[in-house]
């Protein structure tokens, strides 16, 4: 059992700071090149939506939290943002509230594609918390 927690504020170039230490956290686990590609994925997926979308003003915090349990990787990203209503709409492929070219709508449709489990919990202007959980592979 291993675990890290990052807080930082909702900044675009914090996201490089929160990838890198991701994948430097879970080296010594020996993932193989797909699964880090994947779970820096789906950790970049989750902090990029609460810098671009939590915080339309006053930027606030994010807070990762990683825990490692044996082959067991969770990846906990919250912030203190708008929240989101409808939860269910919003983690359907192709639906956004920002829609210009860099915003396609399908950074949910990603995160559970990747992830072996996906929790999503959000309340209007409290903020918004994504669980994500992702096993590496088996070490005979
Ligand atoms: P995209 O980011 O391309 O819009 P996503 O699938 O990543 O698509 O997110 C879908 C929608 O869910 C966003 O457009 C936004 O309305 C909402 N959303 C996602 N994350 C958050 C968050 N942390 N805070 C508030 N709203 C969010
Ligand atoms: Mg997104």
Same mark, same amino acid.
């Given at each position: 059992? $291993?675990?890290?927690?990052? %807080?930082?504020? =909702?900044?675009?170039?914090? &996201?490089?700071?929160? #990838?890198?230490?991701?994948?430097?956290?879970?080296?010594?686990?020996?993932?193989?090149? /797909?699964?880090?590609?994947? *779970?820096?994925?789906?950790?970049? &997926? =989750?902090?990029?939506?609460?810098?671009?979308?939590?915080?339309?003003?006053? %930027?606030?915090?994010?807070?990762?939290?990683?825990?490692? +349990?044996? #082959?067991?990787?969770?990846?906990?990203?919250? /912030?203190?943002? *708008?929240?989101?209503? /409808?939860?269910? $709409?919003?983690? =359907?492929?192709?639906?956004?509230? %920002?829609? +210009?070219?860099?915003?396609?709508?399908?950074?949910?449709?990603?995160?559970?594609?990747?992830? /072996?489990?996906? %929790?999503? &919990?959000?309340?209007? $202007? &409290?903020?918004?918390?994504?669980?994500?959980?992702?096993?590496?592979? +088996?070490?005979?």
């Amino acid at each position: 059992m $291993n675990q890290l927690q990052m %807080k930082t504020i =909702a900044l675009v170039e914090n &996201e490089l700071v929160i #990838r890198t230490a991701l994948v430097a956290f879970l080296l010594p686990l020996n993932p193989t090149n /797909d699964e880090i590609m994947e *779970i820096k994925t789906i950790c970049a &997926e =989750a902090v990029v939506n609460a810098i671009v979308h939590a915080y339309p003003q006053e %930027k606030g915090n994010i807070t990762v939290h990683i825990t490692t +349990d044996n #082959r067991r990787v969770e990846i906990v990203i919250q /912030d203190e943002g *708008i929240g989101m209503s /409808d939860i269910e $709409n919003k983690r =359907a492929s192709f639906v956004t509230t %920002k829609s +210009d070219q860099e915003h396609s709508g399908m950074g949910f449709t990603i995160m559970e594609t990747f992830s /072996d489990m996906m %929790k999503v &919990e959000s309340a209007l $202007n &409290e903020g918004t918390t994504v669980t994500l959980v992702r096993y590496l592979h +088996d070490i005979q």
